[in-house]
């Protein structure tokens, strides 16, 4: 099984990370590809560049087995949507290959208004990462979906390539990048919120300032 996480990744800190690698040994994943976004579509445009982000993201996984940056987004250009991503990437491993898209548990409450989102779910798994206690489920329509495509046995993604909603509980860090730019824009360190090659390219590049 392939883990997805997408992203701005503006910066890449702790509170991707850590989730990230809970997935990755909490459901048995071959590798978790980081995909940074181009243009965001559902959220203010990145303040750093394409390159630094990528950059960024590059140095922070750099030393940790089973993670991956994948570019395709990037020199895709345009818009950044998850429907077309996963084609993309289908048409590179294949339609049996179980992907599982790793999203946060706010992300999901929204995912009805994502662009093709039933379709979405044809071609992957979605792991929602949440909180231990906290529901993700938003409305009366997501909750139908949830408990139509439900599953509580990690072990049973890897049997269909998509098509099933988990929850999976991950380790819960209250960093954010809106934090981190915001402590960078004041002439504060954000140290120890993310990986030291991280704060180095932020420091030496004057980002966020």
């Given at each position: 099984?392939?883990?997805?996480?997408?992203?701005?990744?503006?910066?890449?800190?702790?509170?991707?990370?850590?989730?990230?690698?809970?997935?990755?040994?909490?459901?048995?994943?071959?590798?978790?590809?980081?995909?940074?976004?181009?243009?965001?579509?559902?959220?203010?445009?990145?303040?750093?560049?394409?390159?630094?982000?990528?950059?960024?993201?590059?140095?922070?996984?750099?030393?940790?087995?089973?993670?991956?940056?994948?570019?395709?987004?990037?020199?895709?250009g345009g818009g950044s949507y998850t429907f077309d991503t996963l084609t993309s990437l289908r048409s590179e491993f294949g339609?049996?290959?179980?992907?599982?898209?790793?999203?946060?548990?706010?992300?999901?409450?929204?995912?009805?208004?994502?662009?093709?989102?039933?379709?979405?779910?044809?071609?992957?798994h979605i792991v929602v990462m949440r909180r231990p206690g906290h529901d993700p489920v938003a409305s009366p329509e997501l909750r139908q979906l949830y408990l139509e495509h439900a599953c509580d046995d990690p072990g049973s993604l890897a049997r269909r390539p998509g098509g099933r909603i988990l929850f999976q509980s991950v380790t819960q860090m209250d960093i954010s990048a809106t934090r981190i730019r915001e402590l960078a824009r004041l002439g504060l360190s954000p140290r120890y919120l993310l990986p030291e090659a991280v704060l180095g390219m932020i420091e030496r590049e004057g980002l966020y300032r």
């Open positions: 099984m392939i883990g997805l996480l997408g992203g701005t990744f503006d910066p890449i800190h702790f509170g991707h990370l850590r989730p990230a690698l809970d997935c990755l040994q909490g459901l048995g994943l071959d590798h978790v590809r980081f995909i940074p976004l181009n243009v965001a579509v559902h959220r203010p445009r990145p303040m750093a560049s394409s390159a630094l982000r990528l950059a960024m993201l590059e140095a922070a996984v750099a030393d940790q087995p089973g993670f991956v940056v994948d570019r395709r987004e990037l020199n895709r339609v049996d290959r179980p992907f599982c898209l790793l999203i946060g548990g706010d992300a999901f409450a929204g995912f009805l208004d994502w662009y093709r989102p039933l379709e979405i779910l044809e071609l992957a």
